[in-house]
């Protein structure tokens, strides 16, 4: 589904966000800025936007991993035209079997991705098992706005206006409506926090972004 909007992926972004999700991006880096890791691996790349973001935080090794070829194929042509291939590596990879050591890395991110792992908490092992002691995890997804007045346009929003935005710039309509679905049914606020804690992660954190309808999660590994 992923390599079949692939092309259209980072336009419909823009058009389905009116472009804020690229502050959202902005803010994730700024999360991390103080905390100067060098080894970075963003799950579930895409075309790697945030990736690239991510080189602000001066990180020695970026790493995005995706299981979509398409995808990853448009995020290489990015880190190419920018000549950033010595920082950022591009690859494919399943967050549910990340094929790096123990303690890897200094941080991981994941932007709009957690919600399409098939097996949510083999997902967040996996990740708790690369980030070294101490590393943090920061993850970017869509919330459910708790005003009620905002919460009934964002669905109305997302369960007709997307999918119909979907079908006249991609055509694929199906895929914005997973897209929707997905969104819509994922776990987010205090469920997804405790999610985080049954896995390992501590000192986690929500910051709702713009009136709720996206959610920035921070969250470390422990170092004991």
């Not at 399409?116 to 070294?132: A, H, K, T, W, Y």
């Not at 459910?144 to 694929?172: A, E, H, Q």
């Amino acid at each position: 589904m992923f390599d079949g909007i692939s092309a259209q992926y980072d336009l419909m972004n823009r058009i389905i966000s009116g472009g804020i999700d690229i502050r959202w991006r902005k803010n994730v880096v700024a999360m991390l800025m103080d905390e100067r890791p060098k080894k970075i691996l963003d799950v579930a790349t895409g075309t790697g936007d945030l990736a690239l973001a991510l080189l602000k935080t001066k990180a020695d090794e970026i790493v995005g991993i995706d299981i979509s070829k398409g995808m990853l194929d448009l995020g290489k042509e990015k880190v190419k035209k920018q000549q950033q291939h010595k920082t950022i590596k591009m690859e494919i990879g399943d967050s549910e079997n990340i094929t790096y050591n123990d303690n890897y890395f200094d941080a991981v991110t994941v932007a709009f991705g957690v919600r399409n792992f098939e097996n949510l908490d083999q997902g967040l092992s996996e990740i708790l098992r690369v980030l070294r002691p101490g590393g943090d995890l920061v993850i970017l997804e869509t919330a459910v706005p708790k005003n009620i007045l905002i919460r009934k346009f964002y669905y109305l929003y997302t369960r007709f206006i997307m999918p119909s935005l979907g079908k006249l710039f991609s055509k694929d309509r199906s895929a914005y409506r997973y897209l929707s679905d997905s969104a819509a049914a994922f776990p987010f606020g205090k469920a997804f926090n405790n999610i985080l804690a049954k896995n390992g992660f501590i000192e986690i954190e929500d910051i709702p972004q713009t009136l709720g309808v996206a959610s920035i999660y921070r969250a470390k590994k422990p170092t004991f």
